[in-house]
């Protein structure tokens, strides 16, 4: 492992960007629908992010969490903070071919945005 001088480890750490995908648990989907679901939100919230931010995000390692909410309030609570801040957001809507009914909201997908920014709002989730 390489070690980095201080300064430019900070200049690192603020410039990493992530998109955070966060899956609704009270609905007990399989692995295989989370991961359908998480990939619509990834393309849902970058079709919708500003392009710097996009071409930052692609300069890196395109780096994704997927975080697990308790229920579809708390998507909802979590995607008016988004907007708040200014952060690209889309909720999966399903299309009830599968797992669920028809309509149902499965996952927020937010961002890319910074990290630092994206975890303001969803830092207190515990990972999937």
Same mark, same amino acid.
């Given at each position: @492992?390489?070690? /980095? ?7 690192? &750490? =603020? ?8 899956? &609704?648990?009270?609905?007990? @989907?399989?692995?295989?629908?989370? *991961? *359908? ?6 393309? $849902? *919230?970058?079709?919708?992010? =500003?392009? =710097? !931010?996009? &071409?930052?995000?692609?300069?890196? +390692?395109? +780096? !994704? ?17 988004? !907007?708040? #801040? %200014?952060? +690209? #957001?889309?909720?999966?809507?399903? +299309?009830? &071919? ?10 927020? $997908?937010? $961002?890319? %945005?910074?990290?630092?920014?994206? %975890? !303001?709002?969803?830092? =207190? /989730?515990? /990972?999937?």
């Amino acid at each position: @492992m390489v070690s /980095l001088p201080y300064s430019y480890s900070i200049k690192l &750490r =603020d410039e990493i960007m992530k998109q955070v995908m966060v899956v &609704r648990t009270d609905l007990k @989907m399989g692995k295989g629908k989370i *991961a *359908a679901q998480c990939c619509h939100a990834c393309l $849902g *919230a970058y079709k919708k992010c =500003d392009k =710097d !931010k996009i &071409r930052k995000w692609e300069s890196e +390692a395109y +780096a !994704k969490v997927v975080v697990k909410a308790p229920d579809l309030e708390t998507l909802f609570e979590l995607k008016e903070m988004a !907007k708040k #801040n %200014d952060i +690209a #957001n889309y909720l999966v809507t399903d +299309a009830g &071919r599968t797992q669920v009914p028809e309509s149902t909201i499965t996952v927020l $997908g937010l $961002g890319p %945005d910074e990290d630092e920014i994206l %975890d !303001k709002i969803t830092g =207190d /989730l515990k /990972l999937l």
